[in-house]
């Protein structure tokens, strides 16, 4: 799964091009398989070539969130990866709350990799009442009509959408107006938001189409 479709309309840190944000959490996984490693320091060489990236484009990259490491000596491993983690707010854990239990909001409540990154799956919601109640991973699926009321009570700050494509922007809707401001969106469609709201989309059949690109 990839990003591949972008709403950016927090107004935060306008001088950080939106591209750069989004090479940050790049950065925060190499350096910790860094450190599995056992390594203490690093070169931006060493950096791009686990990234594939040119170094001049990592010393840029991190020049618009100040001075990092020392020319000639490289980046502390553990110092860069706890300033990238608190510039992400990865430093703190996040609420998080899934909207769909079809087959593939099933599949992301149940995966296993969010909690140790620090995204709490607290809840899960859809509007088919013939499911509201079951249970999945631990969670009740919840009437998207309690909603609001779960966001303030359980403080969740993330809203991940996994509805199908004719039901996403209702379903958007509903997540700003209960005043979630980070959507994650499954649906193949690049939503309509206010400013102050930030979506990401993932599409996987767009990254197969590109892929094909190199093999057709």
Do not use: C, H
């Not at 100040?66 to 983690?85: D, N």
């Not at 899934?98 to 620090?118: N, Q, T």
């Amino acid at each position: 799964m990839s990003s591949t479709n972008i709403s950016n309309n927090s107004g935060s840190a306008p001088n950080v091009p939106e591209v750069v944000i989004q090479r940050l959490p790049l950065y925060v996984r190499a350096l910790t398989q860094f450190a599995g490693s056992g390594d203490d320091v690093i070169s931006s060489e060493q950096l791009g070539q686990r990234l594939q990236m040119t170094p001049a484009q990592i010393r840029k990259d991190l020049s618009y969130f100040g001075r990092f490491g020392k020319q000639g000596r490289g980046y502390s491993v553990a110092s860069l990866e706890q300033r990238l983690r608190s510039i992400l707010g990865l430093d703190r854990a996040w609420n998080t709350m899934v909207i769909g239990m079809g087959r593939l909001g099933r599949a992301v409540v149940s995966y296993p990799g969010f909690a140790p990154e620090g995204f709490n799956i607290v809840a899960a919601f859809d509007a088919d009442d013939s499911i509201v109640g079951e249970t999945v991973s631990g969670l009740d699926i919840q009437s998207i009509s309690d909603l609001a009321k779960t966001v303030k009570e359980k403080d969740i700050k993330i809203g991940i959408v996994t509805v199908p494509i004719e039901r996403a922007q209702e379903v958007i809707d509903t997540l700003v107006d209960a005043g979630i401001k980070s959507i994650l969106n499954y649906a193949p469609l690049s939503p309509k938001v206010p400013e102050g709201v930030t979506v990401r989309g993932i599409d996987p059949v767009l990254s197969l189409q590109s892929m094909t690109y190199y093999i057709s």
